[in-house]
């Protein structure tokens, strides 16, 4: 086994949690469709499928923290195009401050060798 | 020829074969269970359905305009499994997913009329085991438990069809999932508490019978080098009248004790193997086994009467030469003039007397 491989193996919960962060991250600049958001996080760790990614945009919807509106496709029915609300803006940057409190902390801790 | 059937994804019809509609039934009914907490339930599952109705469009892009099997399982593998953040709570589905089992005769695997069978289902258990504690329980109730069995084998129903088997194993009566589960065993199905402790129980005193098996049929087959090699030697010429057992009536003898020894430890050993891996294995034919069971048998005869023989011969030989027989000792002695260099002459009380003794 790869030593990225087992990496992806054990963080499993890391990205769990940050992936929240992750689509939000990516959502942040332009209105996506979820296959934008699925194609982008495919490149990285993040890399989901719809099974996890409906549920968590519906959550995410339910907080009020993205939006979407229809939009016609040029192909089959029409599509959600999902976007940041204020406060979704506001929930990223607070994630960035936070990740970054966090970064420094360990860095403190001096747990980079 | 398939069947077909048409389902509607998101308003949207297609057409897909028998399997795979079951398929997309279950990923989306498991979809709804695990979503059953979610207020938003109606529109994810709308959007699930829309992006299956999206893929299987893709799918079907050089005019094909049925989905298959393969196709739907590719697009609900690259749609992944649905999960909520939340950790779903395993207790509930698993008995959803489980309701209780019923007790049936079960033929399939049956000795009998499936009595046994149907209580290891019923209890989850290794049916060896319970055929075990049921051949105990005839011991030990005098016989009383026959009676049992057959009142059980004409007052239990007998589980012979799908709904029925799926009842006993208590699976949900699908089809196809039962199908699934019977051909994969019930050894292979998780066994839960006391009969998995007793299945592995079970399996670890018949994996070391299997070895002890081998290891006497590895043995046997040394012995019988040895043996053999000793008769061409000439190690173990006899004297007088039972010379006319030296030679090839050895290799002869030494043959047929082997082979009715090893025939029976190897076939043992296979069997007590099968049941250590729960396993059905690899039945060898009828034809082998047969001719095996002949091999057997009549090694088995030949060895029985030549030791009857020879021992007869034995018995006159140490009667005419004064001799005895030490069971004890196991040797068989008597009184003869010493024959020339052989290292067991030894000089008796007597003097000029000596006696030989051969190991029996």
Sequence with gaps: MLESEKIDDNFTGLRKGLLEFAVLSTISNSKVYVADVLGRLSKTPFATSEGTLYPLLSRLKREAYVTYEWAESEMGPPRKYYSLTSQGKTRLRQLHEYWHELYKSLELLGGKQ | MKKVTTISLAGRAYQVDEPAYTAVHSYLEKAKATLANDPDTAEIMADLEQSIGDKCAAALANGKTVVSESEMKNVLEALGPVETGE?????????????????????????????????????????????????????????????????????????????????????????????ERVRQRVSSQALDGVGRGLTTLWRVLMKIASLVAIAVSVVATIGYGVGLWAIALGRTNFVGSLSQYNGWPQGLAITAAYLSIFIVFVLFARVFDRWSSGRKGTRISDATELSLLAVWVVSLVFAISLVMFVGADFRDYANRHNGYIDFEKGHICVTEICWAESDTCAETTDGDRVKECYQM
């Design chain 2, 87 to 179: 950790e779903t709570t395993p207790v509930d589905t698993a008995s959803e997913e489980r309701p209780t089992r019923k007790l049936f005769r079960i033929k399939d695997g049956a000795m009998l009329a499936g009595v046994c069978k149907g209580f290891a289902v019923y209890f989850n258990m290794d049916v060896t085991i319970l055929r075990l504690l049921f051949v105990l329980s005839v011991f030990i109730t005098h016989g009383a438990m026959v009676i049992v069995y057959i009142v059980l084998a004409f007052v239990l129903p007998k589980a012979d069809d799908t709904e029925k088997i799926a009842a006993a194993y208590g699976y949900e009566a699908n089809a196809q999932e039962v199908a």
